[in-house]
């Protein structure tokens, strides 16, 4: 719910932003171009190390062994 509020001061606000004149804010299109820039070098670099770790590969393996027991107990339990 609080976030369906949010959305529309959001659009509100963002509005506001867009309406002044473009001499007034000649810093805010670089500053939001290096905040986006950073942020997707952040989320790159996050994916890669997730992708180069192990995790996944254990996790997948963790899940596969608990499915193949509950399997195998509800087999011996209903058999």
Do not use: C
Not at 20 to 42: I, N
Not at 52 to 59: H, I, V
Not at 66 to 72: A, L, N, P, R
Request: hydrophobic share 40%; net charge positive; aromatic share 8%.
């Amino acid at each position: 719910m609080r976030l369906m509020l949010s959305l529309p001061v959001l659009v509100v606000v963002l509005a506001m932003v867009l309406e002044e004149p473009v001499d007034a804010r000649p810093d805010f299109s670089q500053d939001l171009q290096k905040f986006g820039s950073a942020l997707e070098e952040k989320i790159r670099t996050a994916i890669d190390h997730i992708k180069e770790s192990d995790f996944p590969r254990k996790t997948r393996n963790w899940f596969s062994e608990t499915y193949s027991k509950v399997k195998e107990k509800l087999k011996s339990t209903f058999s």
